[in-house]
């Protein structure tokens, strides 16, 4: 989804044809509806694509090892694509949504290092070099407002830690994770409002969901109500807005795979809501159809799940969970 939560993006399979094309979903308004974004060929299952908040989709190709990036967008009947360039690296992927919804990133791995890319705004014509780090590199979160600060898991000398590296330093990383030295420590989300962080360690002698505060003293803290219970594993995904350093009461939504069961939730994946300040984690069964991993929050506490069916090509439920509280 665009930072800003207006639009999103999936790749979608044509019935008739069988064949993969890009779809822009506008979420912004009283309904949700879908745009197709068909180019000129089909694309490959293992496209990515990250909606800005001016309505253009960026789109990741991956052809002959050559990693290639475009914006697509609507133009009448058909769709207009501006070629941004590409990447010549092993492994690259895209990062999530920046601040603001009119830049995009990317990583690329190499052997030993990982780099950074701006493949659009700022005026730049072509993907520009920002920054090289050395390690490899994988997730990636924004912890501020204006794009300046991006966490990144990184595994060097054979452990992962959370760094934050500062765009506009060149590149300079700082520690952010490190609970304990021989620990694999990953950040799974932030909100810099609030300046909740969620993280999955195996600190306490497993591999643990757990929260902390961003610049908080405080050590990291691993709720026995995110341990797996019924459940194999808990992912989180989105994070209510507006609760300005009130971390405690920012509502927090799961994907939750590997639930047991029968009925209604059987064979799909699950979606879990929690609280810092609560002891407990409501669990239900994601709508049919459920994008797994997609959704976001209102400021009033609102949840919204976008869901495909052959019913319903373009639907978003709403669930406003028990004890959702407002933004302040």
Known sequence: MASDRSYGAR???????????????????????AVPLPAAQPEEPDSELLPLADGQVLIHRQV???????????????????PLGGI??????????????LCAFALGRGPRSTSIWLLFGGGVLAPQHLAEVPGRCTGGSWLDRTGRLLALDRELDGRTKTVVVDLRRGGETSPLLQITERSDDRL???????????????????????????????????????????????TPFAV???QVLTPEVCAVAFRIDGRGGSGAGAGRPWVGVWRPSER?????????????????????GELRLPYATPQVPCGLARVRPPGAVGAV
Do not use: I, K, N
Not at 74 to 82: I, M, N, Q, S, V
Not at 88 to 101: M, T, Y
């Open 11 to 33: 790749l979608a399979l044509s019935g008739e044809a069988g064949c993969w094309y890009p779809e822009r979903w506008t979420l912004d308004g009283p309904e949700p509806y």
């Open 64 to 82: 002959a090892g050559h990693h290639a990036f475009s914006l697509l967008y609507p133009t009448g009947p058909g769709t207009g694509e501006r």
């Open 88 to 101: 010549d690296r092993a492994e690259v992927s895209l990062l999530p949504p920046a601040p603001g919804g």
């Open 188 to 234: 799974l989300l932030a909100d810099p409002d609030s300046g909740l962080l969620l993280v999955r360690s195996d600190a306490p002698g497993e591999q643990r969901l757990g929260w902390g505060v961003l610049g908080s003293t405080r050590p990291v803290r691993f709720p026995d109500c995110l341990r797996p219970a019924g459940w194999s594993e808990a």
């Open 240 to 242: 209510q807005p507006g």
């Open 280 to 300: 407990r984690l409501c669990e239900f069964p994601a709508p049919e159809g459920w994008l797994p991993g997609a959704g976001l929050w209102t400021r009033d």
